[in-house]
């Protein structure tokens, strides 16, 4: 149980397009999905906070216009990275909260490679 | 604010050696603590946890335990495999802040 999954996996666009990323819990509900950027130097950085039905929550310093995330049903948000250039090159990675498993653990999604062309 | 320090990496080791990677932490309150695990080109797996003080959390061959005197939860493994390498990340959540924090990632690399 408690799996969650990312679509795509990996995704190469041209600059100025944008990207949707999904996030999905595929058998448990989140009331709570988390999104974050990871660096190649490995730190993991949280860039937003998802609450289903409700606006993101995002950290000091991420843009919400350009990191647009969607949080429409208790198994999915989403993602979208608009008007991408390169800088925004990285691996994504959502994780969600399982209410029946108590609030404090994350399960992670496999991530989602883009590199901005 | 609450933070996570993590010994710095790469750690290189040799099969079957003794593991230990430490973490230290800061927060107010009684936060649960988490060692995820991420292998190469993959999201993060759930390792281990410790919800209190004194609490041991063990998987796989790994465990930590919840020091709250030394605000640490250092994980160890007595004989590590090659299909140990990874990256190991100390985490903690408090209830109130919803959020976690994580430390800096460490990378182990395990050789035969």
């Known amino acids: 149980g408690a799996v969650v999954s990312q679509h795509p996996s990996r995704v190469i666009c041209k600059s100025g397009t944008s990207v949707k990323i999904e996030c999905r819990s595929l058998d448990f509900q989140a009331t709570t999905m988390f999104w974050y950027r990871q660096f190649p130097k490995q730190s993991l950085m949280l860039m937003a906070t998802s609450n289903e039905g409700s606006k993101a929550t995002y950290e000091q310093g991420v843009e919400k216009d350009k990191f647009l995330i969607n949080h429409a049903s208790l198994t999915l948000s989403t993602l979208t990275v608009t008007s991408a250039h390169p800088e925004d090159s990285s691996f994504y990675i959502c994780?969600?909260?399982?209410?029946?498993?108590?609030?404090?653990?994350?399960?992670f999604g496999p991530g989602t490679r883009l590199t901005v062309t | 604010g609450d933070s996570v320090t993590q010994m710095e990496g790469p750690v290189t080791l040799s099969e079957e050696a003794f593991l230990t990677i430490n973490c230290t932490y800061t927060?107010?309150?009684?936060?649960?603590l988490f060692w995820y695990v991420q292998y190469p080109g993959e999201g993060l797996q759930l390792l281990l946890k410790?919800?209190?003080?004194?609490d041991k959390g063990s998987n796989k061959g790994f465990e930590a335990t919840y020091r709250k005197e030394t605000t640490s939860f250092h994980l160890e493994k007595g004989s590590v495999q090659v299909s140990d390498s990874a990256v190991y990340f100390c985490?903690?959540?408090?209830?109130?802040?919803?959020?976690?924090?994580f430390g800096d990632g460490t990378t182990l690399t395990v050789k035969p």
């Open positions: 985490a903690l959540t408090r209830v109130n802040a919803g959020k976690s924090t």
């Open positions: 994780s969600a909260r399982d209410l029946g498993q108590g609030i404090y653990e994350q399960y």
């Open positions: 927060a107010t309150g009684y936060p649960s």
């Open positions: 410790a919800t209190k003080a004194d």
